[in-house]
T-cell receptor, first 116, second 112 residues
Framework: AQSVTQPDIHITVSEGASLELRCNYS??????LFWYVQSPGQGLQLLLK??????LVQGIKGFEAEFKRSQSSFNLRKPSVHWSDAAEYFC??????????????FGAGTTVTVRA | DAGITQSPRYKITETGRQVTLMCHQT?????MFWYRQDLGHGLRLIYY???????DKGEVPDGYVVSRSKTENFPLTLESATRSQTSVYFC???????????FGQGTRLTVV
């Protein structure tokens, strides 16, 4: 069974400081991994995704994530946080979409608060 | 407009009533999903569908019914609403070319 664990429910970070959000996954085959962001009252927007190739993936809004197969992790990072990064962040795992295996499973989310 | 739209955006209903949440996508994506979002639980999968007339149960399907007679529509019905079904519901779609899921804006459902 596929699953995602986001160990940190809530993180508070100062504006300009670095941010790292943790994600651990369980998936039987080669996974697709995703990070989504949800601003208050909004839908989910894709930040970045990984399937193969370079294990360091660049996304939108200055975010990056690193895939570590040995640790089953896909942690999200940003070197310098802006107040607009305050949101909820979700990690997700799934396979190559095909009729017998196409669902995405999400973690419980990490809420990021940015203080001035 | 192109994209994935949910209606209504907000709904208040009474316990025991049937309510249907609508989801429509314009991309002809094969795969569609319904999730519910609750504090502390993230997004939990209710039902998903690989194509018209093909649906599967997710993690929390009890009390919900889905249908998919057309590729672009994937309505979710609460047969007899309960207070525990108060939540924010998200519809999403995905295909084999664009591997990520695209989400609607959500429906906030309150059962009183």
């Amino acid at each position: 069974a596929q699953s995602v664990t986001q160990p940190d429910i809530h993180i508070t970070v100062s504006e300009g400081a670095s941010l790292e959000l943790r994600c651990n996954y369980s998936y039987g085959a080669t996974p697709y991994l995703f990070w989504y962001v949800q601003s208050p009252g909004q839908g989910l927007q894709l930040l970045l995704k990984y399937f193969s190739g370079d294990t360091l993936v660049q996304g939108i809004k200055g975010f990056e994530a690193e895939f570590k197969r040995s640790q089953s992790s896909f942690n999200l990072r940003k070197p310098s946080v802006h107040w607009s990064d305050a949101a909820e962040y979700f990690c997700a795992v799934g396979g190559v979409p095909q009729p017998n295996d196409y669902k995405l499973s999400f973690g419980a989310g990490t809420t990021v608060t940015v203080r001035a | 407009d192109a994209g994935i739209t949910q209606s209504p955006r907000y709904k208040i209903t009474e316990t025991g009533r049937q309510v249907t949440l609508m989801c429509h996508q314009t991309w002809s994506h094969s795969y569609m999903f319904w999730y519910r979002q609750d504090l502390g639980h993230g997004l939990r999968l209710i039902y998903y569908s690989a194509a018209a007339d093909i649906t599967d149960k997710g993690e929390v399907p009890d009390g919900y019914v889905v249908s998919r007679s057309k590729t672009e529509n994937f309505p979710l019905t609460l047969e007899s609403a309960t207070r525990s079904q108060t939540s924010v519901y998200f519809c999403a779609s995905r295909d084999s070319l664009n591997t990520e899921a695209f989400f609607g804006q959500g429906t906030r459902l309150t059962v009183v």
